[in-house]
């Protein structure tokens, strides 16, 4: 039987690192073949192999049953085979149709011939069921559709191998639904497809055979039918996966954080925090659940200091800090892993090291007189990647080059380790796989065993209902409703999120 | 991998210098075979260089037309030394006494020190200076220095009295590099040849502040152009060529105005338009000639303050009188004759200069 | 990963190497066509700087200017700041070295040298504390503010002379000897060259800029704040602060490259019609230097030496000076189009798999 990918012990070396180790891949024809594998594992490196952009130093391609040799990304297009980037390549100010022709534009008599790209698209999308309108301009559409968009990029320059990287990471639970069934449409009208994912839910609904690879390895390639969650979840991780619960007991202690009565603009000076009234005792976990865009940045940084108070007070441990300087209120006990780590958790040209004293770099041991301890903060920072499982060759690597779970990784380190009295985390596991997660929640329910107070910020309705104590639904800048995890669902929170309490009565 | 790049380009080198000092070893042969103790003069330029239309080029004429009368080469028996910038005036003058250049002229008074300084660090060595005193810490002239000096005042009186004759609105401009006492010379020298044949008439003068800002040359004349001023003396170097520039765009919309150039005969700088009406040239290459043929014949004048008017042929009005008229040019050689007998002293300061207008009256 | 930084880093020192032998290249063959000896033009570099004390001299007396603003904006750089100022915070340490110098010339040298030096990095200081203070308060982007300060400069200087400090000349008088960094036994040293003890100055300058963003807590946070407005923000620094401090001590460097003019160099200050290019230069030491302290010291003796040899060449191969800045302007042209050369060397490395 003759596959339609067929990659071959593939083994590509960085100058001292083996992205991929002896990979085989076999992709057959008309099916949906998950890559799964951790971040970093080297699934985009085999991709971007089959895609040209990398030659392997051993290994050999062929498409179709038979050898090819991909130099270029253009070898790859003349062979069918196209890719969906994670990150769009499009251009915001030029309709979809100008999008999808791009480089290939129809010409009759040597002009552009826009009536017949209109026509095609129009033709393409109804044939796989995509229901793009070719005249809208890209910047008027979702994030939903743009993807939909590249998809017909791909289709329109014939591909039949088609090949998805991460593709759910931007999208929305409905959207993710309708991309999924878009896939079972381009394989039934013929094409194959390889998804590359770290998501086991995605796995189990569109797929039909799985390769999983670890540490530039080859694991498995499984059916998927043959196969259940945990299983796929231990192989990529490498050993048995525990799905953390919070199950210690439920025993608050003294107020760690009191807020009353606060109100905060945002940057366009509208009132986005109203009258919020928020407690949080030491060994809890308090979820904030609610729609991105309900006042929950604004609340954390008006927390942090960042962000001034309109009118209201904000106390930790009954240390008045409203409208404080941030490092004051850092230094009253507050532990801070932001929602963007990348812009505000991390310098990314910093060392692992220097970031780990991201906020302490001025203090005894790590420094004194103004003159910095380095081997005191290397020796913190050794202890610290070891403790917390940073995967980092040595703590004078920029965190820019670690993986976006190892940076998490980095934050959570610090900030637990300086043990804050409130620690806030706001959307802490996001975009992070298996291994990560399961780190980071562990982490969580650690701290507040430790009995401190954890405030915890998600959209993630799963991670909320699985890690909080209580969880106080926002709504619009207040807290509309203050719900036990264990009495409520998905979709009595569903329901508080939109902006209705219990009873049907609008909020 | 690191390594095979390094090869591909350590072998790139190679080739590449090989190839280079191939060429380079054909031609050198030829050219270091110079005859030992000939007589070299050197010259070190300012930042204007020896195209500068102007003073260092006049300076560099003076010494390319001495090697031409005494069978010098270019290059080696005369030399210049052009500066990129004001720190390069030590290095260039050191270097040429260094290599025993016989004689070698700093052109400015902007190397004043270093010349003084060079010439304290190398007794032996002949230096000329010019449009200063070059002095030792007890302001006595340094031995081994001819400073050459010109009396700019009588030149440019006689292109005042020119230009007080041709005046038709009566009012004229005198556009200044840098005020200094040096260029106050010029200044007070016109501004007396106006008025003395032109009690009514009305004079701007403005600095520019450089020597080298065309732009703000230009952007001067045209306001003394605009307030009526029809004949400007633009003493001031490459800044001049901004008036020039002016002149010539006014003259091509068809207004008549001139400008009056300085150190050479700046004729052929006002064609096509012909905006040149005359030029005070300060025969820097005369000087330069002079003492150069001094130095060889083996009287350096070290220690001397040379002093170049129009007695000495060193300053005078260009050859090229084409605009000046008949009457005009007989005022002038008037002046001339009472300037060289001495019966008339042109003012300096501005202080000469106020005397001499109460004389006036 | 760190593999692939390791290699980024071995590019990023590549390019400056590589810059310089192509611009030296390049400036060989535009002497060929025109029909001079470029093997003649190089050696009489080479044996000038090396071989003769006094030209070796006048190379580390150009480095002690450039190297100092080469520091200064390899500061700013290093915090995030594109210091374009440097000419200007130079102009005004000159002018305020040699001011002080003169007008108290009574003191004796211990005090009056200091006192002299110090004037002039504080002056520099207070020149690259306004755009500072511009960009923490109202945000007005430093390179403006800059470039605006460096006219302030040269025409605020030029006024303060020509109406108060005025010679013969064009220029201050001399400074009296107790403020003066020139030595005679530097001088005799190097057959008479203009050698002074500035160069210790920017010894200094250099271990000052290393120790004070590697190993201090300030320096740890303007390299962050310079990396990381954002994340330095949220823990806990004073970001406007930082960017004032920044520009205030990458002002002092500058401001000491004009003082070692002024006390060292000339002993006093002219009439600048024109900047020096002294601070614009700085910017090309920098950028070679990769904003490294020891980068600064090597390309500023790289810039020294093609300046002071470029007037051996053009009075030993007869070539004229312009070309010795066409060749920088060539290697700086390289250093900006590193991304040419990166991508020339990743052709390079690809083809060799095939």
Redesign the interface.
């Known amino acids: 039987m003759s596959y339609a990918i067929e990659m071959r012990n593939i083994r590509k070396e960085?100058?001292?690192?083996v992205a991929n180790d002896d990979i085989t891949l076999q992709v057959q024809e008309g099916e949906i073949h998950a890559l799964f594998g951790e971040n970093?594992a080297g699934k985009s490196t085999l991709m971007n192999v089959l895609f040209g952009l990398y030659?392997p130093?051993q290994g050999e391609i062929y498409v179709h049953g038979k050898k090819e040799l991909i130099?270029d990304p253009n070898d790859a297009a003349r062979l069918g085979i196209g890719m969906v980037h994670q990150h769009f390549m499009l251009i915001d100010k030029f309709t979809v149709a100008e999008n999808i022709i791009l480089g290939r534009e129809p010409k009759k008599h040597g002009v552009l011939d826009m009536a017949k790209a209109v026509k095609i698209v129009k033709k393409l999308s109804e044939k796989y069921g995509l229901d793009v309108d070719p005249n809208q301009k890209v910047e008027d559409i979702t994030v939903g559709m743009q993807q939909r968009v590249e998809i017909l990029k791909t289709l329109y320059r014939g591909s039949d191998i088609l090949i998805f990287d991460e593709p759910t990471a931007v999208l929305t639970p409905i959207e993710i639904k309708e991309l999924i069934e878009i896939m079972k449409r381009l394989v039934g009208e013929g094409k194959s497809i390889i998804l590359i994912t770290h998501k086991l839910k995605e796995i189990f609904e569109a797929c039909d055979r799985c390769t999983v690879i670890r540490r530039g390895r080859n694991i498995d390639t499984v059916a998927i039918t043959d196969t259940n969650p945990n299983d796929l979840a231990s192989m990529m991780v490498g050993r048995k996966v525990n799905i953390q619960v919070n199950d210690a007991p439920y025993d608050p202690k003294e107020k760690v954080l009191e807020i009353e009565h606060l109100n905060v603009l945002d940057s366009r000076k509208v009132d986005v925090i109203k009258d919020l009234n928020l407690t949080v005792h030491g060994g809890e976990i308090l979820g904030i659940a609610g729609v991105d865009g309900n006042g929950q940045t604004e609340l954390i940084e008006a927390i942090?200091g960042?962000r001034k108070v309109k009118d209201g007070s904000i106390k930790i441990n009954n240390d008045d800090v409203t409208n404080q300087?941030?490092?004051?209120?850092?230094e009253a006990g507050l532990g801070?892993i932001?929602e963007d780590r990348q812009?505000?958790?991390?310098?990314?040209?910093?060392s692992v090291g220097?970031n780990m004293v991201?906020?302490t770099?001025?203090k005894k041991p790590y420094?004194q007189a103004?003159?910095?301890h380095?081997k005191v903060i290397t020796k913190k920072a050794k202890q610290l990647i070891q403790e917390f499982d940073v995967r980092?060759?040595?703590e004078r690597?920029?965190a820019r080059?670690?993986?976006g779970g190892n940076q998490q990784k980095v934050i959570v380190a610090r900030e637990v380790d300086r043990s804050p009295q409130l620690l806030i985390a706001a959307q802490p596991t996001r975009g992070l796989d298996i291994g990560a997660i399961e780190f980071i929640h562990g982490k969580l329910i650690e701290e507040k065993k430790k009995g401190k107070a954890v405030l915890l910020v998600s959209f993630e309705l799963d991670e909320i209902l699985h890690l909080s104590d209580r969880i106080a639904v926002i709504y619009e800048g207040h807290i509309i409703d203050i719900v036990d995890p264990k009495k409520t669902d998905e979709n009595e929170l569903g329901l508080l999120m939109a902006g209705r309490k219990k009873g049907g009565s609008e909020a | 991998m690191f390594k095979k790049r390094m090869a591909v380009l350590v072998a790139f080198v190679v080739v590449l210098a090989s190839v280079l000092a191939g060429c380079g070893n054909s031609k050198s042969s030829g050219s270091s075979a110079t005859k030992k103790a000939a007589f070299k003069a050197g010259m070190v330029t300012d930042t204007g260089g020896v195209d500068d239309k102007s003073f260092n080029q006049s300076a560099w004429e003076g010494l390319t037309s001495f090697a031409k009368d005494n069978g010098l080469k270019k290059g080696s028996g005369v030399k210049y030394l052009q500066s990129t910038q004001a720190s390069d005036y030590s290095p260039n003058l050191n270097t040429m006494v260094h290599q025993n250049y016989d004689i070698v002229y700093g052109i400015g008074f902007l190397m004043q020190s270093d010349i003084q300084k060079i010439a304290q660090q190398n007794p032996k060595a002949h230096l000329g200076i010019i449009d200063a005193v070059a002095v030792d810490k007890n302001n006595k002239p340094l031995k081994n220095v001819a400073s050459i000096t010109f009396k700019e005042q009588q030149g440019s009186f006689l292109v005042g009295v020119v230009a007080g004759l041709t005046t038709k609105t009566n009012k004229v401009g005198f556009i200044g590099g840098v005020n200094s006492a040096l260029l106050k010379k010029f200044e007070n020298g016109f501004k007396a040849g106006v008025k003395t044949v032109n009690p009514k008439a009305e004079i701007y003068a403005q600095y520019a502040g450089a020597f080298d800002a065309p732009d703000k040359g230009r952007a001067i004349a045209q306001t003394m152009y605009t307030k009526g001023a029809d004949i400007i003396y633009a003493s001031a170097g490459n800044t001049g060529n901004g008036v020039f520039t002016e002149a010539k765009n006014r003259a091509k919309n068809g207004k008549k105005v001139w400008v009056i150039g300085v150190d050479k005969d700046q004729h052929d700088q006002g064609m096509p338009e012909n905006v040149t009406l005359t030029s005070m040239v300060k025969r820097v290459d005369q000087a330069i000639y002079d003492v150069t043929k001094q130095t060889k014949a083996g009287k350096f004048p070290g220690g001397k303050v040379l002093e170049f008017g129009l007695k000495e042929n060193g300053v005078g009005i260009a050859p090229t009188t084409d605009n000046v008229s008949k009457k005009a040019l007989s005022t002038v050689n008037d002046y001339k004759k009472k300037i060289i007998d001495g019966s008339l002293t042109v003012p300096t300061t501005d202080k000469e200069y106020k005397e001499y207008l109460a004389n006036l009256k | 990963m760190s593999r692939i930084l390791k290699k980024i880093n071995w590019m990023t020192l590549l390019i400056p190497v590589v810059s310089v032998i192509l611009g030296l290249l390049c400036g060989a063959v535009i002497m060929l066509i025109i029909g001079y000896n470029p093997v003649l033009a190089y050696q009489s570099i080479v044996e000038s700087i090396f071989l003769q004390p006094y030209y070796g001299g006048e190379t580390i007396r150009a480095m002690i200017p450039l190297m100092l603003a080469g520091i200064a904006v390899a500061f700013a750089f290093r915090t995030g700041l594109f210091n374009i100022g440097v000419e200007g915070q130079l102009l005004v340490g000159w002018f305020a070295s040699v001011a002080c110098a003169i007008c108290f010339d009574h003191l004796p040298k211990v005090i009056l040298l200091p006192m002299s030096i110090t004037a002039g990095g504080a002056a520099g200081a207070l020149w690259g504390f306004i755009p500072g203070l511009l960009k923490a308060r109202f945000k007005v982007h430093e390179v403006i503010s800059t470039i605006m300060m460096n006219y302030i400069a040269l025409y605020t200087t030029a006024y303060l002379i020509k109406n108060f400090l005025y010679t013969e000349g064009e220029r201050t008088p001399t400074i009296p000897a107790a403020a003066s960094l020139a030595s005679t036994f530097l001088a005799d040293l190097t057959q008479g060259s203009r050698l002074h003890w500035g160069f210790v100055v920017a010894i200094i300058a250099v271990f000052a800029m290393w120790f004070g963003l590697w190993k201090t807590t300030k320096g740890y946070e303007l390299r962050a704040v310079g990396f990381s407005p954002d994340a330095s923000k949220y823990a806990g620094m004073n970001v406007s602060r930082n960017i004032m401090l920044s520009l205030t001590f990458s002002g002092i460097f500058a401001g000491l490259g004009g003082a070692m003019e002024g006390l060292g160099t000339y002993q006093y200050m002219t009439i600048n019609s024109a900047f020096t290019g002294i601070g614009f230069n700085g910017i090309a030491v920098a950028l070679l230097g990769l904003n490294t302290p020891l980068g600064v010291v090597l390309s500023g003796a790289l810039f020294a030496g093609l300046q002071t040899g470029g007037m051996t060449m053009q009075s030993e191969a007869g070539v004229p000076v312009e070309l010795i800045q066409i060749i920088i302007a060539l290697i700086i042209f390289f250093v900006g189009s590193g991304y040419v050369i990166k991508w020339a060397f990743g052709r390079l490395s690809r083809k060799g798999h095939k």
């Open positions: 960085f100058p001292g690192i970093g030659q130093d130099n942090a960042l300087k941030t490092r004051k209120i850092i801070y932001p812009k505000h958790g991390l310098v990314l040209d910093f220097e991201l906020q770099y001025y420094a103004g003159i910095l380095n980092t060759p040595s690597t920029l080059s670690l993986s």
